[in-house]
């Protein structure tokens, strides 16, 4: 535990490509289902959020993806086309649309997900409880820049 406490520049390299690994390969293990459809990573990332944030607003989702309204339009196109999501009007603010699985779009994201489920899993239940909560811990801490 010593040694962390001066890390080295090859070391924090080291820790980036295994942050990059990890994702690469949680990622690639649901891509033939992905291709079926003709989607990619950002149908995945947009589903993924509005699966675990429903109704989220196009603005919010925009802000969470840290994209341009351009380039989430066609993602969205694709996935409202496809039938697996569906924009609802907001009840406050007609000119706000909540986006939402649609019947199809839930379907299609469980199989997504119980492809990359194992993988994250296995990896969680072949490490000790302390191991997991740090692990959590410090990802909360690279995404909030801390």
């Known amino acids: 535990m010593k040694d962390l406490l001066y890390l080295k520049d090859e070391q924090i390299k080291d820790f980036i490509q295994l942050l990059f690994y990890a994702y690469r390969e949680t990622f690639a293990d649901p891509k033939e289902i992905l291709s079926k459809k003709y989607f990619g990573p950002a149908h995945l990332r947009s589903l993924n959020l509005i699966e675990r944030y429903p109704g989220i607003s196009l603005s919010e989702l925009i802000f969470k993806l840290k994209v341009t309204k351009q380039s989430l339009n066609r993602v969205l196109r694709d996935l409202i086309k496809s039938k697996m999501i569906k924009q609802v009007k907001d009840e406050h603010d007609t000119r706000k649309k909540n986006l939402y699985l649609d019947k199809e779009g839930k379907v299609f994201f469980e199989t ?35």
């Open 112 to 146: 997504v997900y119980n492809k990359q489920k194992k993988r994250i899993f296995n990896a969680l239940k072949n490490s000790n409880s302390d191991s997991v909560i740090k692990f959590k811990e410090v990802l909360k801490k690279i995404i909030n820049g801390k």
